[in-house]
C-alpha cells in the first residue's frame, strides 16, 4: 500500500542513489593507485529527479523495462585534472562524497520513518 506514496517512492530512490553513490566512491578508492584509472561519478540526486518521468508508473516488476528493483543510475567518467599516472582520483574529494552519501541515506531514512509514522498515525495503529 504504502509503495504508492511518492514520498515513499522518493525516499526509497534517495536511499538507492546514496548507496550506488557509496559504491562508485569504494571503487574510486580502490582504484586510487591504478595508473590511468578514470574515476567515475554518479548525476545528483536532483537531476535524476527532475529526469523521472511523474506519468509513467511501474505497477509490477519487471515493467518498463525494469525487471529488477533498483533504480538505474547512469554513471559518467570523470573528467578533471590527472595525477601524472592519468589517474583521476582524489582521496580527499571521495572521502566528502562518501561522506555526503551516508548523510543523504541517513537524511532518506528519516524521511521514510516519519512519514511511516505519519502514516500509522493517521490509520490510528
Known amino acids: 500500500m504504502f ?7 522518493t525516499a526509497i530512490t534517495m536511499a538507492r542513489h546514496a548507496g550506488a553513490q557509496q559504491a562508485a566512491s569504494a571503487q574510486n578508492i580502490a582504484n586510487a593507485d591504478t595508473p ?4 567515475i561519478d554518479l548525476p545528483e540526486f536532483t537531476e535524476i529527479l527532475r529526469g523521472r518521468p511523474s ?3 511501474a505497477t509490477r516488476a519487471g515493467h518498463l523495462n525494469r ?3 533498483a533504480a538505474p543510475f547512469d554513471l559518467a567518467e570523470r573528467r578533471t585534472a590527472e595525477d601524472p599516472n592519468g589517474n583521476t582520483v582524489s582521496l580527499e574529494a571521495e ?7 551516508q548523510r543523504t541515506h541517513d537524511r532518506a531514512l528519516a524521511i521514510y520513518r516519519s512519514n511511516l509514522t505519519l502514516l ?3 490509520l490510528g495503529t
Open 3 to 9: 509503495q504508492n506514496l511518492d514520498v515513499f517512492r
Open 36 to 39: 590511468g584509472y578514470r574515476g
Open 55 to 57: 506519468a509513467m508508473r
Open 67 to 69: 525487471a529488477s528493483g
Open 95 to 101: 572521502m566528502l562524497t562518501a561522506v555526503d552519501a
Open 120 to 122: 500509522r498515525s493517521s
